[in-house]
């Protein structure tokens, strides 16, 4: 089916159709186009990961956040189940030149949107709805008051209890430490809850691959480390996990953390050299059983071709796996944003342990795509396109909460450009989607 914008969805049965049973009650599976509205192309700010959230879901409502072409802070609202949305152009705006500088929405238990925005090491631009459900935003507010100064990568987390947490960078790429703070939805404040988590010790920083909260409550994280503003320096995988609201971290042996984590003393699940390709900012998620799985990409000492891979627990010890096989070579290397051939994977685990693998690749035209394996051993890999038509340097990002309570992955789509070193391109505005189906 063709649409205004030029994107279409694959329209063909077989292209993704899953019967209802490996999804929610009756759904059918077959993926479907929402659009919200018109938003800035001319980067990637829009459409990168660590938009923590950039669609998210309270009760029977769907809520959505994106900048329109002229920069303003738009939010959007509709009943799951129906296509209309609410639209509402917010007073506040964002220096979208730079592709950093990404929105993030949550949504709290009594159904109050929380907005974080506008950040690459600059002080921070948090904001909260005036009542439950309601668009309208109120005045900027401090969170805690303390370390705020120098944010960078705002991501809202939703707990079971209503709270949110709120992750961070404060401080500088290659200089900085991961920072997180707890929503009372009861009281309606914000409190530290480790300020820093992960220190950088004044000489690198942790890129988080988001938090992964599982059935029995419990926080996992992992990271990458960068020693300085190049993302060739980016370095090894590491991992930490706490089951006491943070209180205390655990690594995947159940040995204590000194706190705050730093390099000395962190768990390396995968040791990756620097000039390896890997990518910061990736996702994480935990299979039935709880066990922590890790998706991002690096290149192999013995060859010039990045490939997308899982680090992941089996119970026993740490694994890894490569998904599909990719035959271009490219590099990372430079400080910005960076233009990438190949985006940041987002990972869910569904039924039966099935893993499923979010992506988009030039050598798939650019198009939304999935892989899944069945396996547990993780080495057979079945890949197929979302999308008839190229999504430019769109990376996945998905409500997160929906999926964890139907197991229905909606998507945010939007074609967007992104050049390196935060040039600008050319495009005009784009269609904003939400991209609707049931994986297995």
Avoid at 45 to 71: K, L, P
Avoid at 117 to 139: K, M, V
Avoid at 360 to 374: I, L, P
Avoid at 389 to 409: K, N
């Amino acid at each position: 089916m063709k649409e205004s914008s030029g994107f279409r969805l694959v329209a063909c049965v077989t292209a993704l159709c899953f019967s209802a049973a490996q999804g929610a009650a009756g759904r059918t599976g077959k993926a479907r186009m929402v659009p919200v509205g018109k938003g800035w192309a001319k980067n990637s700010i829009n459409a990168t990961i660590f938009r923590v959230n950039s669609i998210t879901s309270h009760g029977d409502f769907q809520y959505v956040g994106f900048y329109d072409e002229d920069g303003h802070v738009v939010l959007g609202k509709r009943k799951h189940g129906t296509t209309n949305w609410q639209i509402h152009r917010t007073r506040y705006k964002g220096d979208t030149k730079d592709a950093h500088n990404g929105i993030s929405i949550g949504v709290d238990g009594s159904g109050i949107v929380h907005l974080a925005w506008d950040h690459h090491c600059d002080p921070l631009r948090y904001c909260r709805g005036i009542g439950p459900g309601s668009l309208e935003l109120a005045e900027e507010i401090p969170m805690t008051g303390r370390d705020e100064g120098k944010v960078t990568y705002p991501e809202f987390y939703n707990l079971a209890d209503g709270d949110l947490l709120f992750l961070y960078r404060h401080g500088h790429s290659g200089n900085g430490d991961t920072m997180l703070n707890r929503y009372d939805v009861a009281t309606g404040k914000w409190s530290i809850v480790q300020h820093p988590l992960i220190s950088g010790e004044g000489e690198r920083n942790a890129y988080t691959n988001q938090i992964a909260v599982d059935s029995k409550g419990v926080w996992h994280i992992s990271w990458c480390w960068r020693e300085n503003a190049d993302v060739a320096s980016n370095h090894d995988i590491c991992y930490a996990r706490s089951s006491d609201g943070g209180r205390s971290w655990q690594k995947s042996t159940g040995e204590f953390y000194e706190l705050p984590i730093t390099s000395g003393n962190a768990e390396y699940i995968w040791p990756i050299p620097q000039g390896s390709e890997l990518i910061n900012q990736t996702s994480m998620t935990v299979d039935c059983d709880d066990r922590p799985v890790v998706a991002t990409y690096w290149r192999a000492p013995d060859s010039n071709v990045v490939q997308y891979r899982l680090v992941y627990h089996d119970g026993r010890r740490w694994r890894t796996a490569q998904v599909g096989e990719r035959k271009s070579p490219f590099s990372l290397s430079g400080a910005g944003t960076k233009y990438l051939p190949i985006s940041r994977p987002k990972v869910l685990v569904g039924g039966r342990n099935t893993i499923n693998m979010i992506f988009r690749d030039v050598e798939r035209g650019n198009r939304v795509s999935v892989a899944f394996s069945k396996d547990t051993e993780r080495s057979h890999w079945h890949i197929e396109d979302l999308s008839a038509d190229s999504v430019g340097e769109w990376e996945p990002s998905l409500d997160c909460l929906l999926w964890r309570r139907e197991r229905a992955v909606h998507l945010f789509v939007q074609k967007v450009r992104q050049q390196d070193r935060d040039v600008l391109d050319v495009t005009p505005a784009q269609m904003v989607w939400v991209l609707e189906f049931m994986p297995e």
